[in-house]
């Protein structure tokens, strides 16, 4: 397969615990994109990276959420000191420039804070 | 916040087209119209895109209005599997650093 892949699938935490969602975009795709996705909703846009720079970040939801894409191929999303309200669907997406930047996204990690 | 509004849901019968409307009033020149589907657990998915001519793939149609302030997505015959919500989105196209923003889309429901 090779589309988006993310894991894990699903994570079941404690308040309080740092959790770490992979992504594993399309190999020649150059451009990574992190959603969140609450119940009911649209996904909403966090960071974006093209290659291993992070263009966007101000969308993060707060200074315990960072991530990275040492590399320029997979990327890492972290979710420090996690809090119930953190609880969501994590989705990530990647893109290739030049290509009017249609966005592949992977399934998604489905987190839990208990 | 998202430039369009969408039906919250609609419902086809299975073998029909369905027609999801979307409308864009404050789109730019400059802006392309986005579809985007998500089914049932998975991430979304893409469908097709137009700036401001009809564009036609295997998935579906899309019509834009000649003022290109509202488009629809035609699903020409609907199956069960297009069970899902329907995204309708405006963005610079081929610019990462204007995210997609979604809004709560349609949710279609395909009848048998």
């Known amino acids: 397969d090779t589309g988006v892949s993310q894991d894990p699938r699903h994570k079941i935490t404690k308040r309080g615990q740092n959790v770490t969602f992979r992504c594993d975009p399309i190999?020649?795709?150059?451009?990574l994109y992190w959603y969140r996705q609450t119940l009911g909703q649209g996904p909403e846009f966090l960071t974006y990276?093209?290659?291993?720079?992070?263009?966007?970040k101000s969308r993060l939801l707060s200074d315990r959420f960072s991530a990275e894409r040492p590399k320029g191929s997979f990327s890492t999303l972290e979710i420090q000191r996690t809090e119930q309200g953190d609880s969501a669907m994590y989705l990530c997406?990647?893109?290739?420039?030049?290509?009017?930047?249609?966005?592949?996204f992977g399934p998604g990690t489905r987190l839990t804070v208990l | 916040d998202a430039k369009t509004t969408q039906p919250t849901s609609m419902d086809c019968a299975e073998g029909r087209a369905a027609n999801l409307p979307c409308n864009h009033s404050?789109?730019?020149?400059?802006?392309?119209v986005y579809w985007y589907r998500q089914i049932h657990s998975q991430g979304p998915q893409y469908i097709i895109h137009?700036?401001?001519n009809n564009e036609t793939n295997e998935m579906a149609s899309l019509i834009i209005t000649e003022d290109r302030k509202s488009s629809t997505l035609i699903l020409p015959h609907a199956t069960l599997r297009d069970t899902a919500v329907y995204y309708c989105?405006?963005?610079?196209?081929?610019?990462?650093?204007?995210?997609?923003?979604f809004g709560k889309g349609t949710r279609l429901s395909v009848i048998a």
């Open positions: 190999s020649e795709h150059n451009r």
């Open positions: 997406a990647s893109s290739f420039l030049g290509n009017l930047d249609e966005q592949f």
């Open positions: 404050t789109i730019s020149g400059n802006e392309y």
């Open positions: 989105i405006v963005r610079v196209a081929n610019s990462g650093n204007t995210p997609l923003v």
């Open positions: 990276f093209q290659n291993e720079a992070q263009l966007e």
């Open positions: 137009g700036l401001k």
